[in-house]
C-alpha cells in the first residue's frame, strides 16, 4: 500500500501541470494464491499452485458532472464505454519495479481516456432528461483486514480424495466425463484513489466440483454436477458425504439415461429453492443493477417502476453483501468494502411486492446519487453495479405438499396432464438489451412430470425454461417453506464475480419450456479399455 500511495501522489502531481490533468484517479491490487487440483476417472490430472499479482487502475477527466465515462451515441449504433487499464505486476515487493510498471500501464491509460473525454466533449448537448452526473462523491474509507494467512493444504490428501470420488465413474461403461475438482483461491485486495480512500481486504473462496455426464441411446451427453462453496478448505463436507454424494449423481445420470425427452410444454410447474435462486438472479437481479438503467441501449425493465408493484405483494427482496452466512451455509457475495471503496450497504430491492431501490455503484441515476456499495470487478476490469447476496423472502409460504396440490389443481384447471418440477439447474442466462428480445433461459438438470392421476413423479431430460420477465414474475402464486442456497459465479461487463441466491421454492402457474439443444454424438464404436479388460477378468 505504501508502494501504491506514493507513486499516486507522484502522478497526480505530474499530471496537474497539464490541461487536462485527471480529476480522480484509483489503484486495484490483487495478490493471488492459487491451488488446483483436478481428477478424472480416479486418475491425477493435475496438480498445481502459483502466486500472481495484478494491477488494475482506471483515472478520469473531466469533473464528477461530466466526465469521460458519460455515454455517448457511437458510429455503430451502440453507447461509448471505457475500459480499464490492467497489468501483471511483480510479485515481489520491489518499489521501483512495481511503480515502473504502474508508471507504464496508466500513462497509456490516460492517453485513451483523453480520446474519450474529447468524445463526450464534442457528442450533442446533454439532453434535458439527462443525469446531470457521472461519478459520484462518497465518504473516504481507510480499512484493513489483517494478512491473509493461508490454511495448510494438504494437497496429497486431497488428491487422494479426489481420486476416491472420481474413480466411481469408471463402473459404468456409458460415462463419458467422470470428474472431481479441487479450487481454493485465495485473494488478498488493495484499493487507493485519489480521493484518500485505503482498503486492503480478503478474499478466499474454496470450490470442490464433481462433474460427470453420461450418453444417451439418442447420442447426447447428459451433464450433472455438484458444487461446494466455503471460504476455509476445513468448511467442505467429509469425504463419506463426498462419496455418497457422487454415488447418488451416478443413480440420477442412470436415470437421465433413460428418460424420455420433454416437448415443449406451457403451463404450472414448482421450482426448487436452488431453482428460485437462478431464476431471481437472471431474470430480477440483472434487471435492478443500476448502471443498466443509465444505458440507453438497455431495455431499462424497472427504470420507471419504483415505487410500483413488480412482485407479488407477499414477496421481498434485499441484496446483503455484508451476511456471511445463511444457516450453515457460507455466501461467496460477501464483502466489507466494494471495488469503488464503498462501504457494503443491505439494500431493500423490494418490499411487499413494491419496487424501493436499484444496486447502485458510484454510477448515479436521476432518482439515486449515491452508491450502495455494489460497485464490483474481478481484476482488469472496472467496477459496475452488481449483484451480491440475493435474498428472497415470503410474508406466506406453504408446505410442499401444499406446493404440489396447488400444482395439481391447476393442471386440472389448465387441462394439463402433469405439472413439472424443477429440482436443480446448472445456471442460466439473461438478455438485458434492446436489440434483442428481453428475455431469459434458466438451464435445469433435474426436471420431473408430476402427474395428476398420482403416478409417480418422472424424471424427463431435454428441457430449458424460456420467457420474459414482468410476465413470469404475475404467475409466481405461493412460496414453500423450504429455503435454500445457490451459490455460483456470475459473468457480465465487469467479469466473473461471487455470488449467492437465496431463495424459497415456489409455485408458478405458468412457465413455458423448449427443447435443448441436442448434441447427437455417434455412440462409441469399440468398447472402453475399462470395460473390456473387465470382461477379459471373468473369463
Request: a negative charge.
Amino acid at each position: 500500500m505504501s508502494i501504491l500511495a506514493e507513486e499516486m501522489k507522484r502522478e497526480m502531481q505530474e499530471f496537474s501541470s497539464i490541461e487536462r490533468a485527471p480529476y480522480y484517479m484509483e489503484y486495484r491490487v490483487s495478490d493471488f494464491e492459487t491451488y488446483n487440483i483436478n481428477t478424472s476417472f480416479g486418475s491425477l490430472i493435475s496438480s498445481d499452485s502459483y502466486t500472481n499479482r495484478v494491477f488494475t487502475g482506471d483515472l478520469r477527466i473531466g469533473d464528477y458532472e461530466l466526465d469521460n465515462t458519460h455515454e455517448v451515441f457511437g458510429f455503430s449504433g451502440g453507447y461509448q464505454s471505457y475500459s480499464s487499464s490492467s497489468v501483471p505486476l511483480p510479485v515481489e515487493n520491489d518499489p521501483m519495479a512495481i511503480k515502473q510498471m504502474i508508471w507504464l500501464t496508466m500513462d497509456q491509460g490516460y492517453k485513451a481516456t483523453l480520446e474519450q473525454y474529447k468524445m463526450v466533449l464534442n457528442a450533442e448537448e446533454v439532453k434535458e432528461n439527462e443525469e446531470k452526473i457521472d461519478f459520484t462523491k462518497e465518504e473516504i474509507s481507510v480499512y484493513s483486514e489483517a494478512p491473509l494467512i493461508a490454511e495448510s493444504i494438504d494437497t496429497k490428501e486431497w488428491e487422494g480424495v479426489l481420486k476416491r470420488i472420481s474413480s466411481l465413474f469408471k463402473d459404468n461403461e456409458f460415462i463419458m466425463d467422470g470428474d472431481a475438482n479441487l479450487q481454493v483461491s485465495l485473494e488478498r485486495r488493495y484499493f487507493i484513489s485519489s480521493e484518500g480512500t485505503r482498503i486492503i481486504q480478503n478474499f478466499p473462496i474454496v470450490n470442490l466440483s464433481i462433474v460427470a455426464s453420461i450418453l444417451s441411446d439418442d447420442g447426447n451427453i447428459l451433464p450433472l454436477y455438484i458444487s461446494y462453496d466455503a471460504r476455509t478448505i476445513k468448511n467442505l463436507p467429509e469425504e463419506t458425504q463426498l462419496i455418497d454424494d457422487a454415488k447418488e449423481l451416478i443413480r440420477k445420470l442412470e436415470q437421465l439415461r433413460n428418460s424420455q425427452v420433454a416437448e415443449p410444454y406451457s403451463g404450472p410447474a414448482i421450482f426448487s429453492p436452488r431453482v428460485s435462486g437462478v431464476f431471481f438472479h437472471e431474470i430480477f437481479g440483472h434487471r435492478v443493477e443500476g448502471h443498466r438503467l443509465k444505458d440507453e441501449s438497455d431495455g431499462q425493465t424497472f427504470k420507471n417502476k419504483v415505487n410500483s408493484q413488480v412482485l407479488p405483494k407477499f414477496m421481498s427482496v434485499i441484496s446483503d453483501p455484508t451476511r456471511r452466512k445463511f444457516g450453515d451455509a457460507e455466501l461467496t457475495g460477501y464483502y466489507e468494502y466494494d471495488d469503488q471503496g464503498v462501504k457494503a450497504q443491505k439494500v431493500t430491492l423490494v418490499e411487499n411486492g413494491i419496487l424501493e431501490n436499484f444496486l447502485m455503484s458510484r454510477t448515479p441515476l436521476l432518482t439515486f446519487e449515491k452508491s450502495n456499495g455494489h460497485g464490483r470487478a474481478t481484476a482488469g476490469y472496472i467496477p459496475v453495479s452488481r449483484q451480491s447476496n440475493l435474498i428472497v423472502q415470503s410474508d406466506k409460504v406453504k408446505s410442499e405438499d401444499a406446493l404440489r396440490k396447488m400444482l395439481m389443481k391447476e393442471c386440472k384447471k389448465q387441462n394439463k396432464e402433469f405439472g413439472y418440477y424443477f429440482k436443480d439447474v446448472t445456471g442460466g442466462f439473461t438478455t438485458t438489451d434492446r436489440y434483442s428480445p428481453n428475455a431469459f433461459n434458466i438451464m435445469p438438470t433435474e426436471v420431473y412430470k408430476i402427474y395428476v392421476d398420482g403416478r409417480p413423479d418422472e424424471l424427463v431430460r431435454g428441457v430449458d425454461m424460456i420467457g420474459t420477465p414482468l410476465t413470469m414474475f404475475s404467475e409466481i402464486k405461493a412460496a414453500g417453506d423450504v429455503v435454500e442456497v445457490f451459490s455460483g459465479h456470475c459473468g457480465a461487463e465487469s467479469g466473473f464475480i461471487p455470488v449467492t441466491a437465496v431463495a424459497p421454492s415456489l409455485f408458478v402457474k405458468k412457465i413455458e419450456t423448449q427443447k435443448k439443444m441436442e448434441t447427437h454424438i455417434k455412440q462409441p464404436l469399440l468398447v472402453s479399455p475399462e470395460f473390456e479388460f473387465k470382461e477379459s477378468e471373468k473369463q
